[in-house]
T-cell receptor, first 114, second 113 residues
Framework: AAGVIQSPRHLIKEKRETATLKCYPI?????VYWYQQGPGQDPQFLIS???????DKGSIPDRFSAQQFSDYHSELNMSSLELGDSALYFC?????????????FGPGTRLTVL | GQQLNQSPQSMFIQEGEDVSMNCTSS?????WLWYKQDPGEGPVLLIA?????ELTSNGRLTAQFGITRKDSFLNISASIPSDVGIYFC?????????????FGKGITLSVRP
């Protein structure tokens, strides 16, 4: 079965640079979520989109922005990168309609800020 | 904010043993999910629970959604080496079907051959 696709899998940036992470949800899933996981931590919710509109917002820095496109893929844009932004970034997707709406996670993008 | 409590932080068992993990919360969650994560990989969904009192199995895994909607447990029977990993419980608030997940801190499971 098709899974959530994320690219790139690994990304190395310098401080104050920008980064763009991409997420391709499972086909027919209408909601995309972004989570950040620091070393030894649990995933923390950043932001989500339903039908291309922002549906919820968590602890996402103002330096970060995201959007969902007409083909349902999503991009997380990160500017003025800081050392503390180094983490695993996961995208998850779900299908809101129907009885079951589990969130399925992608393999993640490991961002390292030097 | 809402918090899910998982303890202990680590568990060590012998291959073939059964293990049980609990997850509790001071808040009510509409949905409870259990995920397993290998180092550097994304969380993999094991079991999703939607109804209070629901008991669900997936192979050697069994999970239950507490009657109060504030707790859940996951049982793994006859453990094998590939069960090694971090097990997270996650709750979804009643806000809606596409609401965010709140995770516990996770339990790292080690299985001795």
């Amino acid at each position: 079965a098709a899974g959530v696709i994320q690219s790139p899998r690994h990304l190395i940036k310098e401080k104050r640079e920008t980064a763009t992470l991409k997420c391709y949800p499972i086909p027919r899933h209408d909601t995309v979520y972004w989570y950040q996981q620091g070393p030894g931590q649990d995933p923390q919710f950043l932001i989500s989109f339903y039908e291309k509109m922002q549906s919820d917002k968590g602890s996402i820095p103002d330096r970060f922005s995201a959007q969902q496109f007409s083909d349902y893929h999503s991009e997380l844009n990160m500017s003025s990168l800081e050392l503390g932004d180094s983490a695993l970034y996961f995208c998850a997707s779900s299908q809101t309609s129907g009885s079951f709406h589990e969130q399925f996670f992608g393999p993640g993008t490991r961002l390292t800020v030097l | 904010g809402q918090q899910l409590n998982q303890s202990p932080q680590s568990m060590f068992i012998q291959e073939g043993e059964d293990v049980s993990m609990n997850c509790t919360s001071s808040s009510i969650f509409n949905t409870w999910l259990w995920y397993k994560q290998d180092p550097g990989e994304g969380p993999v969904l094991l079991i999703a629970l939607y109804k209070a009192g629901e008991l669900t199995s997936n192979g050697r895994l069994t999970a239950q959604f507490g009657i109060t909607r504030k707790d859940s447990f996951l049982n793994i029977s006859a453990s094998i080496p590939s069960d090694v990993g971090i097990y997270f419980c996650a709750g979804q608030l009643p806000a809606g079907a596409n609401s965010k997940l709140t995770f516990g801190k996770g339990i790292t499971l080690s299985v001795r051959p």
